[in-house]
C-alpha cells in the first residue's frame, strides 16, 4: 500500500511563485522515479516535470526555465517549484510515483490526488 498525498496548491497571480510538495508514505522499497502531472478541463493529462532515482529530470518544453522538481530521497518527497506563472498553467496537478514495494519488489505507478493550481491574470 502505498499514498501520495500533495500539498501547496491554490489561486496565486500571473507571474508568481508556488511550491507543490508531494510525499509517499506506506510499503515503500524504493521509489524509482517521481514526477508531476497537470490537466485542464477537457484536455489529456500531460507530464510537466519528472525526476529519477539518479536525479535525472525531464521536462515539458512549456515549463522548461520556469519550473524545478526536486527530490528528498529521505522523506521519500518530491517537490515543485513553479515560478513565472501564467494561466495556461491552470490545471490539477497530480503527483506520481514509480514505486517498487517491499512484498512485490515490482514497480508500480501510483499516484496522488490533486492538487489545484489556479493562475489569475
Known amino acids: 500500500q502505498v499514498q501520495l498525498v500533495e500539498s501547496g496548491g491554490g489561486l496565486v497571480q500571473a507571474g508568481g511563485p508556488l511550491r507543490l510538495a508531494c510525499a509517499a508514505s506506506?510499503?515503500?522499497?524504493?521509489?524509482?522515479?517521481m514526477g508531476w502531472y497537470r490537466q485542464a478541463p477537457g484536455q489529456p493529462r500531460e507530464l510537466v516535470a519528472g525526476i529519477t532515482s539518479d536525479s535525472s529530470t525531464n521536462y515539458a518544453s512549456s515549463v522548461k526555465g520556469r519550473f524545478a522538481v526536486s527530490r528528498d530521497n529521505a522523506k521519500n518527497t518530491v517537490y515543485l517549484q513553479m515560478n513565472s506563472l501564467k494561466p495556461e498553467d491552470t490545471a490539477v496537478y497530480y503527483c506520481s510515483a514509480l514505486v517498487v514495494t517491499t512484498t512485490s519488489r515490482t514497480a508500480n505507478r501510483y499516484w496522488g490526488q490533486g492538487t489545484q493550481v489556479t493562475v489569475s491574470s
Open positions: 506506506g510499503n515503500i522499497f524504493s521509489i524509482n522515479a
